[in-house]
């Protein structure tokens, strides 16, 4: 039996009111051993998730009824932990933060490719299933580590000073490695909810903390940005650092335009 067989059926819960979104995702999902329920609007999403298990929910913003985010937030209280996907439309950017503010795990951009569809399902669901890290263990992503009870940074073994702020920066984006990480939050993270809207300031320290950690700042596979939402720490920049800068940028402006 081959690892992808054998592994465990991902089921998910795909709420759209289009009919022939669901139909796109549907078919493929079906084939790469995805078990999909439908729903079509944000009540009935809520009902199911009341009465069956599910391990990820794809939801769209922009449906009829009480809405995407209104069930957002309701599917939120109701299963803290559920992985949940938003779809958005490409201009969709203010809608995109604050599905993201309100507590989506992620969002897909309509039109999407499967591959990036799959991809960030198997993404939410992996982060959403690995055991939760107490505060001070080790962290590792590619070449970087991080020692948190010492605040040292290391890359390939060799030190890599940071200032005070950077470390919070690039702490708070490695413990929330894969997922969207909107400005406003990493903001209000690292220097209060006061400075939620200090976007500027907060892309002069990326710039800096790019110097240090990358190889090509220009072209980075650590600390990629989410244009006009915010940035995202690749989960695997060694393996497939391009993909995933394509995946995050969803054809939008570049890293360096951030």
Known sequence: MSAASSAPIIRVLLVDDEPAIRRALRTPLSELGFSTTEASRGEEALHLVQTRTFDVVLLDINMPGIGGMKTLVRLRALAPRLPILMLTVQDGEEEKVEALECGADDYITKPFSIRECVARIRSAVRRAQTPERTEDAPL?????????????????????????????????????AGRAVTYGKLLASVWGAEYRQEVDYLRTFVRQLRKKIEDDPSNPKYLLTDAYVGYRFSEFPLADAGFAEDASSSGNASPEAC
Not at 154 to 166: A, D, F, N, V
Request: proline share 5%.
């Open 140 to 176: 590792s992503i590619g070449e970087l580590q991080v020692l948190p009870t010492r605040r040292i940074v290391t890359k390939s073994g060799q030190p890599i000073h940071l200032t005070r702020k950077e470390y919070d920066i690039l702490y708070y984006l490695m413990t929330h």
